[in-house]
């Protein structure tokens, strides 16, 4: 049942005055202040920097922006919002620098990234030697019983040019598990004792979508995995619990918001066999300070929705407008949000990453270690895919897939398009995670059933120069066509798959597609380039449009929420290739600072 104002209002005062206190005290306090008159919030105004409001298609910009009780109360001239602002004013003054809505993350794995950032570094280790150098530092500070787990390393760049086996992960230890992941996420490594843990021997057959690297000559494992045969080994982690599962959920939201992200994503949530009571314990704590929307993952799709079920109860009011447990009071009342938790989707993997990326035709270049005609390889058979939207194509679940070669974006497309002839079109949205590689008639294809991609662009950097190689220039070039997009005024997002990306940095997403330059200075397909103000409404406007926010965020306008940035430059401003060096300086959620750079 929906709460009356008075009940909310009721509410809002047991929470002002503790929850330790009596409900009917609690009760007296509100009839009292129904008899006094409420003192006037108040405001606080916004000036003298620029203040973009990401509306529209062209750059608008205004003097000033007012906040009341979480929400922007006025945008405009310095004399209209004055008028708006009332007498209890705070000014702020921008001292010339740059306000924008706050960033949106359309794919990222907030939960996942908390959880690394309790594990070994391993980005850029330059070769094995130094990979295990760092993963023994933190194997000493690693509790008795836990796993030793190190995250981000990448085997094409290893000096090595190749992933660690489990007879070098045994000299970490021999007798602890020890786990390696790399920044892809789809490729690892487990030591001995992980792998007898885990019951993979040499009659463990491959699971569909993965492999377990054998010895040469023999079926015994090597140690390096991929995939699906990664995924079901690092689901048997000990679980995060008490302290540690604190830490790791606040630790990625702070990240999250150092970045000047006010909503944050894990999409995939179930890597972990502990995701999902990490999520109920943030929600039962109120651990996050920014929003998190929630994406199963594919194979634990009912057990986050009979989790979501029960929170959704658990915190429901009931006929007197009493939650059994209260909530957050939210400004924009988006009931879909708990504790600052919304379970929005399900994700499903149709490939893997660029060099296991499924194609219609072959790779220009194997990667290493494949052979013959080589194409990538699909994940899931046609039939889970269309159970799932048979299941979920009218609901308010929304479809998330992984995608990057146009053979998986075929799969999709076709059906969608059979859900669309069984069901009717739906202002579903499903969402195309990086849609790397389009053809040209699948892009039409896609807008008509209203998909939208969320382009990867920080791969270009990182990755670029590999995918020309392997894929071949002209499918590389192509590739995150968001220009195509914007031309044609469709809307696409960008994401930073973080910790695909060592990062959660929106501004580096931002300046990656606008000047597509690889770390050795190559253009890559110069033509998809797109303009600063396009890139920003990429993880603002159209990132609120992709999971079903519109409303409330993504620009800068009266009645939205007070979701903002400040920024130290304004990226449509400064030489682009300097985008990625602006600094986030302030991040408010709902008008509260979340996150503040130090002097």
Request: proline fraction near 5%; charge should be neutral.
């Amino acid at each position: 049942m929906r709460m009356t104002n008075k009940n909310r209002h009721q509410t809002l005062l047991h929470r002002r005055a503790g929850l330790g206190l009596a409900l009917g005290a609690a009760l007296l306090l509100a009839a009292c202040g129904r008899n006094a008159a409420p003192p006037e919030a108040t405001t606080t105004v916004y000036s003298g920097g620029d203040i973009l409001t990401m509306a529209g298609p062209e750059p608008t910009y205004v003097e000033a922006l007012a906040v009341r009780d979480g929400k922007i109360l006025a945008v405009g001239t310095r004399d209209e919002v004055s008028k708006a602002a009332g007498t209890t004013v705070t000014q702020v003054d921008l001292a010339g620098r740059t306000m924008v809505p706050g960033f949106i993350d359309t794919h990222g794995h907030m939960v996942y990234f908390g959880k690394n950032l309790m594990d070994a570094d391993l980005v850029g280790s330059a070769d094995i030697a130094e990979l295990l150098a760092r993963l023994k530092k933190h194997a000493a500070t690693v509790p008795e019983g836990a796993w030793i787990v190190g995250f981000g390393y990448q085997a094409r760049t290893l000096a090595d040019k190749r992933t660690p086996t489990a007879a070098e992960l045994d000299e970490v230890s021999a007798t602890r598990p020890v786990l390696i992941v790399d920044s892809s996420g789809h490729l690892g490594s487990a030591n001995s004792a992980l792998l007898k843990l885990a019951g993979v021997t040499a009659e463990t057959p491959d699971p569909e979508g993965g492999n377990f690297t054998r010895k040469p000559g023999s079926r015994e494992p090597l140690g390096p995995m991929e995939e699906t045969a990664l995924n079901a080994v690092r689901a048997q982690r000990p679980p995060f619990t008490g302290e540690l599962a604190d830490r790791a959920m606040a630790a990625g939201a702070g990240e999250w918001a150092k970045h000047g992200q006010t909503t944050a994503q894990d999409c995939g949530l179930g890597l972990g066999n502990d995701d999902i009571d990490l999520v109920l314990n943030a929600i039962d704590k109120k651990l996050l300070k920014i929003d998190l929307y929630v994406c199963a993952k594919d194979s634990i799709t009912d057990q986050v929705l009979d989790a979501a079920y029960g929170v959704s109860r658990a915190y429901a009011a009931d006929e007197s407008g009493v939650a059994e447990k209260l909530l957050d009071k939210r400004p924009d009342l988006d009931t879909r949000y708990i504790n600052r938790v919304r379970l929005g989707g399900v994700k499903y993997w149709l490939d893997g990453s660029l060099d296991t990326a499924w194609f219609t035709q072959p790779y220009s270049t194997n990667p290493p270690g494949k052979s013959g005609i080589y194409s990538g390889f699909q994940q899931i058979p046609d039939e889970v895919l269309q159970a799932a939207f048979d299941r979920f194509w009218t609901s308010n679940v929304q479809i998330n897939m992984h995608m990057n070669g146009d053979a998986a974006v075929e799969q999709a497309l076709r059906t969608i398009e059979a859900a669309i002839a069984k069901y009717g079109m739906r202002d579903h949205r499903p969402v195309f995670i990086h849609g790397t590689y389009m053809r040209p008639e699948q892009i039409e294809r896609m807008k008509k059933v209203g998909a939208i991609p969320t382009f990867l662009s920080a791969g270009i950097v990182t990755a670029g120069d590999g995918v020309v190689r392997m894929w071949g220039a002209e499918r590389a070039g192509k590739s995150a066509a968001a220009n195509t997009l914007e031309k044609q005024g469709y809307p696409w997002t960008l994401s930073h798959d973080a910790p695909v990306t060592p990062s959660p940095s929106v501004l580096a997403l931002v300046d990656a597609a606008v000047n597509r330059r690889t770390a050795s200075g190559n253009i890559i397909g110069p033509d998809e380039r797109v303009t600063p103000y396009a890139a920003l409404g990429a993880v603002t406007r159209s990132a609120a449009f992709q999971i079903k926010e519109e409303k409330t965020k993504g620009t800068l306008e009266a009645g939205k929420l007070a979701d903002l940035v400040i920024l130290d430059r304004n990226p449509l401003k400064v030489d682009p290739a300097t985008i990625k060096t602006i600094t986030v300086m302030q991040t408010l959620k709902e008008g509260v600072t979340v996150y503040e750079a130090k002097p």
